[in-house]
């Protein structure tokens, strides 16, 4: 979002925003969270070489390591979540009438972030990669989020920062805005 600028976001009912890199930036060593997590795959006996942090956490869940993996990461960005910088699209949060994020973060680094930077009492609804069973780009996430707003996806948009995120809007059926244009 160029500026704070909300440009035709107030053309939707509900709002759900991208944590990292559209409101905030988590300040985290992405290198660190995969090198900590490839210890406890390592300490395990479990072959995590090559093994980017998604790819982890799919082995994570074959190798019955979810726990421990959530952990590591959970700590790093919660962490990084409580020295995060405010992105200017976070001025636009607060205008629509019903607001969301939905994460690649945990949630409770998500909640973090937001209470770090004044913006919970804006956001109606939290779902962080841990809230359901599935992740971006998988739209059940979006869909989870809409529900809480009960919003239903052809009054909403997405805002948010990746490819990933367009996917799994256009997955979910809702519309959606990069930060950058919105």
């Not at 699209?89 to 019903?98: F, H, I, K, Y």
């Not at 962080?128 to 009960?150: M, Q, S």
Request: proline residues 4%; aromatic residues 4%.
């Amino acid at each position: 979002m160029t500026n704070g600028s909300t440009s035709d976001l107030d053309a939707f009912d509900a709002v759900v925003w991208d944590l990292d890199g559209t409101l905030v930036r988590l300040q985290v060593s992405w290198d660190r969270v995969a090198d900590d997590a490839a210890a406890v795959f390592e300490s395990a006996g479990v072959d995590a070489a090559g093994k980017n942090l998604w790819e982890m956490l799919d082995l994570a869940d074959r190798s019955d390591l979810r726990g421990e993996i959530e952990t590591v990461i959970a700590d790093h960005e919660q962490s990084g979540a409580r020295e995060s910088d405010r992105l200017p699209s976070a001025d636009a949060v607060g205008r629509a009438d019903t607001e969301a994020v939905c994460s690649l973060n945990c949630e409770s680094a998500c909640r973090v972030a937001l209470e770090t930077h004044e913006l919970t009492p804006h956001i109606d609804a939290v779902v962080g990669r841990d809230t359901v069973a599935t992740r971006k780009p998988d739209p059940e996430p979006l869909l989870d989020a809409l529900r809480r707003l009960n919003a239903e996806p052809a009054d909403a948009v997405f805002v948010g920062d990746s490819p990933r995120d367009s996917e799994t809007a256009d997955r979910a059926g809702v519309a959606f805005r990069y930060v950058d244009e919105a």
